[in-house]
């Protein structure tokens, strides 16, 4: 006997729901700029640890100059008072938790 193809999905069940992948936001060009690899290098050296980790006890070289407002969410992306030492595990989870924010309105 003929078998048929087995359904993938039976028809009394919802569609499963379609994956949204959030889009990346267009880098910002800034990040390409000799202006900015000299504040990132700046930052590391005035503060070779990451905040975040030292905060925690923990020594770990800072890698990736953060921007502790993000730039985003109305954060400047020039301040040095608006940067930071993070390693990139620290920057990984920081950006990670405000991608679900939004910028404030007004
Ligand atoms: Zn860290």
């Known amino acids: 006997m ?14 499963p729901a ?3 992948y959030q889009q990346h936001e267009a880098r910002d060009s800034r990040y390409d700029t000799a202006q ?4 990132r290098k700046a930052q590391i050296a005035r503060c070779p640890c990451c905040v975040v980790c030292t905060s925690l006890g923990r020594t770990t070289p800072a890698t990736v100059t953060d ?22 595990a620290c920057h990984q989870a920081k950006s990670a938790s405000e991608r679900t924010q939004t910028a404030p309105r007004g």
């Open 2 to 15: 003929p078998s048929l193809p087995k359904p993938t999905r039976r028809p009394w069940q919802p569609a």
């Open 18 to 20: 379609k994956r949204v």
């Open 36 to 39: 900015w690899q000299a504040a």
């Open 67 to 88: 921007h502790i407002t993000p730039v985003r969410l109305g954060g400047s992306f020039w301040d040095a008072n608006n940067h930071q030492s993070l390693c990139r």
